[in-house]
């Protein structure tokens, strides 16, 4: 996620419209007049709508990083990822290729230098977990099944997304509790296997608000935390709102275990017994902590007040993810 200083130096230059100079800069790529994008949300990236295009109600997506951030150097790494995915017939929503016909395009706006990227919007509505249906959850697991299989020999350019999880201990060494816990999961990745049936390039973020339905069917967006690793930790990552702290949750068991059906209807999932999953929460939840570390180092900055229920959302998401690792390290 971006420091809310970024953020809110983003808000500062949104007007009651909901436009932006910024994305004015950025959509102008895509060959969109000014004032055509809308701010939509800011947290891996700034995403701004541009509705009614490329027609009448339908909606392009754009979404930029600073240069400051992290996200900025491997931008062009995900694009490319997205381009080839869709290409191959996975459902996904499809980039939008620039006026330079360019996946990804560098920008000048007020803000700085930005990497910019455009989507179309993906097709259908999100669908609630309340509102979740057995055959829903089924086409959820094999979609990301199938991902999961597209993406396998795509990995080049892409990070080890647990590799630095005991950077945490580090970071948080004042808490001896989590520093513990930490040190524990990391020891216990450290014997997993890596070969391809287990390891392999992750969505990461495969939750239900970055897919899309049509009925019974979805198509995914958002490939920001794509990544090598586990692939029972991208499972783990993806059902946790069917768990409580990383444990199958009694209310959403079934809904969990048709995931899981779906998901091995495509591909074999080996380590996605409960513990094993506990293990991959927990260091999600690690890996969590050290990429929000400099988010909470800027949590009393960044006016204006309206960023303060995220400051209070970021505080309540960085004890969950404690809670998180220290249940998986017990």
């Known amino acids: 996620m971006m420091q809310l200083t970024e953020i809110s130096g983003l808000a500062r230059l949104v007007d009651e419209e909901w436009r932006s100079p910024v994305a004015d800069a950025v959509a102008a790529h895509w060959g969109h007049e000014p004032g055509a994008a809308r701010w939509w949300r800011s947290s891996a990236s700034h995403v701004f709508v541009v509705p009614d295009a490329p027609e009448p109600d339908a909606e392009r997506y754009l979404r930029f990083v600073p240069e400051r951030h992290a996200a900025f150097h491997r931008f062009e790494t995900v694009a490319a ?42 097709p259908g509505d999100e669908v609630e977990l309340d509102d979740l249906t057995a055959a829903q959850a089924l086409a959820w697991g094999a979609l990301l099944a199938r991902t999961h299989e597209s993406a396998a020999d795509l990995g080049d350019g892409l990070g080890h997304a647990l590799d630095d999880i005991g950077r945490a201990a580090a970071l948080f060494a004042d808490d001896r509790d989590l520093t513990a816990a930490v040190e524990r999961l990391a020891a216990r990745l450290a014997g997993l296997p890596r070969d391809p049936a287990h390891y392999g390039v992750v969505h990461g973020d495969f939750e239900l608000d970055n897919l899309a339905w049509q009925g019974e069917t979805p198509t995914a967006f958002d490939f920001d935390e794509a990544a090598l690793s586990w692939y029972a930790a991208d499972v783990a990552h993806a059902v946790r709102d069917l768990t409580d702290h990383g444990r199958p949750a009694s209310a959403h068991a079934e809904l969990l275990d048709v995931f899981l059906t779906g998901y091995r209807d495509v591909r074999s999932l ?61």
């Open 81 to 122: 990822l997205m381009d080839r995915l869709h290409g191959r017939g996975l459902a996904i929503a499809p980039l939008v290729r620039s006026a330079a016909d360019r996946l990804v395009e560098p920008v000048d706006t007020p803000l700085g230098t930005v990497r910019a990227m455009c989507l179309e919007g993906a």
């Open 270 to 330: 080996p380590d996605a017994d409960p513990e094993q999953l506990l293990l991959f929460a927990g260091a999600n939840a690690a890996r969590s902590l050290v990429e929000l570390h400099p988010v909470f180092a800027t949590l009393d900055e960044g006016r204006p007040d309206d960023l303060d229920e995220l400051r209070a959302s970021l505080r309540e998401h960085r004890e969950e993810q404690r809670r998180i690792v220290l249940t998986a390290a017990s």
